[in-house]
């Protein structure tokens, strides 16, 4: 919550630890403290989800408009941050962050350390120092996965919708599993490479609704051009998610395949 504050440039801001009444009574914004609005030992308040919010949850809620966003942050860092803080466990399958922050408990002194508020508030500012930047982190990967998504679901799609085609990737896999129809997705990466990858049945999950023919797997090169009958074949994984082809083509000739499974 602390860290929020970085988005909000109207206070000029200098932070506190207190339960001092008199001097949360002088504070623009209070959090965790104080039984307020950002409070969140009162009352539980809940996300649909199931997710009871804590104090940086409620926080986020006030600053946005995009509720996609918001959203988005949530999914990746503030349900599994929430869930912490609330003693939960970590649920929904959520991109789990907590080995980021497992090391954030590092910061605060051991029993037989100085736990005076000095030596307290000065564990707190490093810890929030080390915080920062993998928020910041979060936020350019939200917004970038607010623009994939619409690259996504504006890709061409054939084979009746069942095939996602995109000339170079972006992270795709939530507009699939979001179509129960969407079996695969063919894309060029980063080396320019054709790759065909099949749809989990579930955001992160490695279940998959289709795999790749099991005969194929684990082969590369000679040996999967072989299985495959596919002159440009490269490699299929051992796990028949992802395989590899020299064009376009080829990835389509595959899909052709997965779409009469």
């Known amino acids: 919550a602390v860290i929020l504050r970085t988005e909000l440039p109207q206070y000029h801001w200098q932070w506190i ?31 649909p989800n199931g997710v009871m919010m804590a104090a940086c949850g409620k926080l986020l809620n006030d600053m946005y408009d995009d509720w996609a966003l918001k959203e988005e942050l949530r999914k990746g860092l503030f349900y599994t941050v929430e869930q912490q803080d609330n003693g939960a466990p970590i649920t929904n399958g959520y991109r789990l962050i907590s080995n980021k922050l497992a090391c954030v408990a590092s910061f605060v002194p051991m029993w037989n350390e100085d ?31 607010l623009q994939a998504r619409d690259i996504a679901r504006n890709c061409n799609r054939i084979f009746d919708g069942k095939v996602m085609v995109m000339e170079d990737y972006v992270p795709w896999t939530d507009v699939a599993i979001a179509d129960p129809d969407v079996r695969c997705c063919i894309y060029r990466d980063a080396s320019k490479k054709w790759r065909i ?26 040996q999967c051009k072989l299985a495959t009958g596919i002159d440009d074949a490269l490699f299929v994984h051992p796990t028949g998610f992802l395989a590899g082809f020299g064009s376009r083509e080829s990835c389509i000739k595959v899909a052709k395949i997965v779409c009469s499974m």
């Open 17 to 47: 630890r207190t339960r001092n009444e008199d001097l949360l009574k002088k504070c623009n914004i209070v959090f965790d403290v104080g039984g307020g609005t950002y409070d969140h030992h009162g009352a539980p308040v809940y996300y």
């Open 115 to 145: 736990q005076s508020p000095q030596a307290m508030d000065a564990a707190f500012a490093e810890t929030v120092d080390f915080v920062m930047p993998i928020f910041a982190r979060e936020l350019i990967r939200a917004n970038s996965m």
């Open 197 to 222: 990858q099949m749809v989990p049945k579930e955001y992160g999950s490695k279940e998959l609704r289709y795999a790749l023919p099991e005969r194929w797997r684990g082969t590369r090169l000679d």
